[in-house]
């Protein structure tokens, strides 16, 4: 019965969809077109009503069909079977196709009748959802019913709904690395809402094209989209790495994988996109190279999304290979070309002035900016898809770690942190030297005193050092700025600063987000700068014993056992300086086909204590143990990046904006 | 003098002792886990030696330690690895003509842009004149980035129709004994090879990797190539265990070519060594059924039935056998 309803609902997302597409690019030759509400409505209800539908199958473990026979059972927690709608590559596309169907949905909304830019835009999005429900209609199919049970899952099935005759009395459950943190359940969603956001930008961009309508009006409407989006992408890229820091037990949470660059590609293009729009919407410049940006940074979504699921790639994120692969690749081409060769058609009609006046502008910065995040994105990007070139030109196969990532990386991000600190005060148009030095003389002030401090209390890392100078000095100007201003205002100073921050939510949010960038620049410095790895610890039972800086003691043993997984472990004391640090639980989850080193952390304000367990018996621990300084300020910078987006989302549209 | 003057001496103070600070500051480098970062792991989807848990990248993360202390510097040690594992082994690209172009296309692309940036500043007022819209400029970057991006799906395409082998949703090393598998035999033979004479490995870590190379013989019906490495183990200072394991196995294979009393033998010797042994306690079991010596077998299953290392689902085939062995 779900299988019936589902794929009914699947088909008539699909009708909607192509509905959306053909009625609202019918306006581009100039057809007036009445409300989209309609298609848009199927879209959405459709969309609604699978993911609904599978995930009532999921809950009442409805083993007929295949998708749940293969990634839930019965004995699967109920936050994770219903978290194993996205768990796998069928249901992933049907999160993916919701979330399109919402963005359809509400960008209808505020599309009127002779709006030609808003409903243009909404045939592209109709285009988008044609592919992907189309996929769920042909090749990734989530309600495919099962026609040959096996004792635990489905061996073979078929998209026809009425050719179900078999359900295995046990689903295989999902993979056991996706049921051990409510993360997990989280992260999926998150990305998706950034990356589907995307679309946004990018559907009012070609509509602009389509319609040879180059001014800024795409790019005005669409920025708190961009905004949302980018927030989403940013909380969704945390919590992966977060979920990989408490979870994997391999002592970190960015790895330079293929599948996390290829998230953090179009985090990179978004994140310049946001800047150069504001050049663009303020002062008329950059014009073209934000279609370009645009266009990029949703074909980057689309190609992320096939490194993932391509199987072209080996890494931890792979989902096993299948059709889906080649579809999105040509979906890949066909953004790029068509996107780019519509843009070349139109390049004609983009005035350039007027130009840059000066290079000491905030313009100026923001160009700065612009040019580093595109060296950042073409070096991961190549960096990414090199070895898969060496391997089909040379057939030899080599591998590019995080060493390359982090070479390049590295001094990018600390011209960055300048940038930052130089840019987000400088005026626009034009500044003088006198403005600049009132505005920076105290911040580099407090930057080399925090340094000099450091260095006095004996931080001896040399970069860790030039981190934390270059971030003091990007927190700081902000802060300053918004002191002096509200000193200048009637009212009183904290009054003044609410107020202040109160009403240019665009340029503060953005304020908030250099902010965190600072914060996260420092966690990245420390924990990864200056962590402390020590490797096969044996510690007999009630024996403390020395390790990086700490004394741990392994007091006692506990088992757990659920239906799922037996779960052994170790109750671990850490003392420092003969204070207390905590009791660590690192254990080993047993789910029969995959063991799982869950990590103990004990986090504190300087340092995160980690500890993996490698062996146990009554006797004795195997473990081994790391010292992370700063840690929590990588998944506190990290979240202030992301509430400084939506602190600017708040932000009523400027009249400026408007009138552009 | 101004406070704006003592901002300017208090910023020239500090950061002198900043400069001092960064003058003294020494690099804490690690160079074994720098070494560990740039080699992969070779039985890992794409985890460095420093990353991977596997048991042979904690035995090569060893090795790196040992070649350090005895002088290698770090360019050294990585060549050693890939004299002995291939260049494949290196996770930091290769400067070949490739690989340099890898490295300076960050500059490369800095250049470039520094370029196009300085042309959009605005030329002195009197030179504005009205530029004629054209289309060749930005159509041929549109056009220049769709070709390179063909080339390059071209290529990625080319690589995915050679497909890899299907593996589980997730693919990735987070215990031994399942990225084992992604390894061919003749790799970890390789690896054991490279180990053998190896100081910082000790025989009973040896014998473990050979333990899971012959395992894989045993499955696949290789007994020949998989007695080889059980007579190895034998021979080179066995933990009870290993022993246990080797010779329960070697019965096995004794058992399966006909030459039963040599098999029993061998079992009888595998539980004598490690009576823990389940899997050479059931083989005894088979062997002793197959010759109607129920009688004999009774005790053995009913220690069968109560060690909790035995797999649940045995259990019926055990209840089933003990039924049998006492009529």
């Not at chain 2, 100081?199 to 040896?206: A, C, E, G, R």
């Not at chain 2, 029993?264 to 306690?281: C, H, M, P």
Request: hydrophobic content about 50%; glycine content about 10%; charged content about 15%.
């Amino acid at each position: 019965m779900i299988a019936v309803l589902g794929t009914v609902a699947v088909l008539v997302a699909l009708a909607g969809a192509i509905w959306l597409a053909v009625a609202g690019l019918s306006a581009v030759s100039g057809r007036t077109v009445p409300s989209l509400r309609t298609p848009a409505g199927l879209l959405f209800g459709g969309s609604v009503a699978g993911m609904g539908l599978l995930e009532v199958g999921l809950l009442t473990d409805d083993f007929s069909i295949a998708y749940i026979a293969n990634h839930s059972s019965t004995s699967t927690p109920l936050l994770f079977k219903f978290a194993s709608a996205w768990g796998a590559l069928e249901g992933s596309i049907l999160l993916w196709g919701l979330v399109l169907g919402l963005l359809a949905w509400l960008l209808q909304r505020r599309v009127g009748e002779g709006d030609r830019l808003g409903t243009v835009a909404l045939g592209v999005i109709g285009v988008v959802s044609v592919f992907f429900f189309g996929m769920m209609a042909s090749v990734a199919n989530p309600f495919e019913v099962c026609t040959s049970a096996g004792t635990v899952g489905c061996l073979e099935s078929s998209a026809w709904p009425f050719a179900g005759s078999a359900a295995p009395g046990e689903g295989r459950g999902p993979n056991p690395l996706l049921q051990n943190h409510i993360l997990m359940a989280i992260h999926p969603p998150m990305l998706y809402l950034g990356y589907v956001g995307l679309t946004a930008p990018f559907a009012f961009a070609i509509s602009a094209l389509l319609l040879a309508q180059p001014g800024a009006a795409w790019a005005a409407r669409t920025r708190r989209w961009t905004l949302a989006a980018w927030a989403f992408l940013t909380v969704g890229i945390l919590l992966g790495g977060w979920w990989s820091y408490e979870v994997l037990g391999w002592g970190g949470y960015w790895g330079w994988d293929p599948v996390e660059n290829a998230s953090f590609l179009p985090w990179l293009t978004a994140t310049a996109f946001l800047h150069s729009v504001v050049v663009q919407l303020r002062r008329g410049v950059l014009q073209s190279w934000n279609f370009v940006l645009v266009i990029a940074t949703f074909a980057l979504t689309i190609f992320g999304t096939f490194l993932t699921r391509s199987g072209s790639i080996t890494s931890v994120h792979s989902f096993t290979q299948s059709a889906v692969g080649p579809l999105l690749l040509g979906f890949f081409v066909l953004v790029v070309v068509a996107g780019l060769g519509l843009f070349a058609s139109r390049a004609h009609l983009m005035a350039e002035r007027p130009r840059v006046e000066s290079f000491a502008s905030r313009e100026g910065a923001i160009l700065l900016n612009n040019l580093l995040m595109t060296v950042w994105t073409a070096t991961v990007l190549v960096g990414t898809v090199y070895p898969i070139l060496v391997e089909a030109l040379t057939g030899s196969t080599i591998g590019i770690g995080a060493g390359f990532f982090e070479a390049t990386s590295g001094p990018i991000a600390l011209v960055l942190l300048l940038a930052i600190g130089v840019g987000q005060v400088t005026p626009w148009k034009a500044s003088n030297r006198d403005v600049m030095i009132e505005r920076l003389l105290v911040p580099a002030l407090i930057a080399v005193a925090a340094g000099a401090l450091a260095a006095i209390l004996g931080l001896r890392d040399r970069a860790a050092l030039v981190v934390l100078v270059l971030a003091v000095f990007a927190a700081t100007p902000p802060i300053v700025l918004l002191v002096r201003q509200a000193a200048a205002r009637p009212e009183s100073l904290g009054s003044g600063m609410r107020l202040l921050v109160m009403n240019d939510r665009g340029y503060w949010g953005g304020m908030l987000s250099h902010l965190g960038v600072a914060v996260l620049a420092l966690g990245i410095a420390g924990s990864a700068g200056m962590a402390i790895h020590a490797d096969d610890i044996t510690l007999p039972i009630d024996e403390p014993v020395p390790v990086a800086g700490h004394v741990i003691e392994y007091q006692s043993g506990f088992t757990d056992t659920d239906d799922q997984r037996r779960v052994v472990g170790a109750n671990i004391e850490v003392t420092r300086s003969s204070a207390t640090v905590g009791t660590a639980r690192p254990a080993l989850q047993d789910y029969g086909t995959q063991v799982i080193a869950t990590p103990g952390v004990l986090t504190g304000p300087v340092r995160d204590v980690f500890i993996v367990l490698r062996s146990i018996d009554s006797a004795q621990v195997v473990v081994d143990v790391s010292v992370f300084p700063l840690q929590w300020m990588v998944w506190v910078g990290g979240f202030l990046v992301a509430a400084g987006g939506a602190w600017s989302f708040t932000a009523r549209r400027s009249r400026r904006e408007v009138a552009a | 003098m101004t406070a704006r003057r003592w901002q300017w001496l208090a910023l020239a103070g500090l950061a002198l002792v900043l400069v001092w600070g960064l003058v003294v500051a020494d690099a804490p480098a690690d160079p074994a886990l720098a070494v560990a970062e740039a080699i992969s792991c070779p039985v890992c989807d794409g985890e460095s030696v420093a990353a991977s848990q596997s048991e042979i990248a904690e035995s090569m993360y060893a090795q790196i330690g040992t070649l350090l202390d005895a002088g290698y510097t770090e360019r050294e040690t990585l060549e050693w690895f890939e004299a002995r594992y291939g260049p494949e082994i290196l996770l930091e690209p290769p400067l070949d003509v490739g690989g340099i172009l890898l490295w300076t296309l960050p500059l490369l692309i800095a250049a470039g842009g520094v370029i196009v940036i300085l042309r959009l500043r605005r030329p002195v007022a009197a030179e504005v004149t009205a530029e004629p819209p054209t289309r060749s400029g930005r159509s041929l970057l549109g056009i220049g980035i769709s070709a390179v991006v063909l080339v390059g799906v071209a290529f990625a395409l080319g690589s995915f129709l050679e497909p890899r082998a299907d593996g589980s949703p997730i693919t990735g090393q987070f215990d031994a004994p399942t990225d084992l598998e992604s390894v061919s035999d003749e790799t970890l033979a390789l690896t054991i090879a490279s180990f053998e004479g190896d100081p910082d490995v000790s025989p009973q870590q040896l014998n473990g990797m050979r333990l899971a190379l012959a395992e894989r013989y045993f499955e696949a019906g290789d007994y020949r190539s998989a007695t080889e490495e059980f007579t190895t183990v034998l021979e080179s200072e066995p933990t009870p265990a290993q022993a246990s394991e080797a010779l329960g196995r070697v019965g096995w294979i004794l058992y399966v070519n006909g030459e039963s009393a040599a098999a029993e033998e061998a079992l009888g010797q595998a539980l004598d060594t490690f009576d823990g042994n389940g899997e050479a306690r059931y083989f005894l079991v088979l062997v002793l059924m197959e010759q109607d010596r129920g009688s004999e077998a009774v005790p053995l299953l009913e220690a069968l039935l109560d060690d909790p290392s035995v797999p649940a689902d045995l259990q019926p085939d055990l209840l089933a056998m003990l039924e049998a062995a006492k009529a």
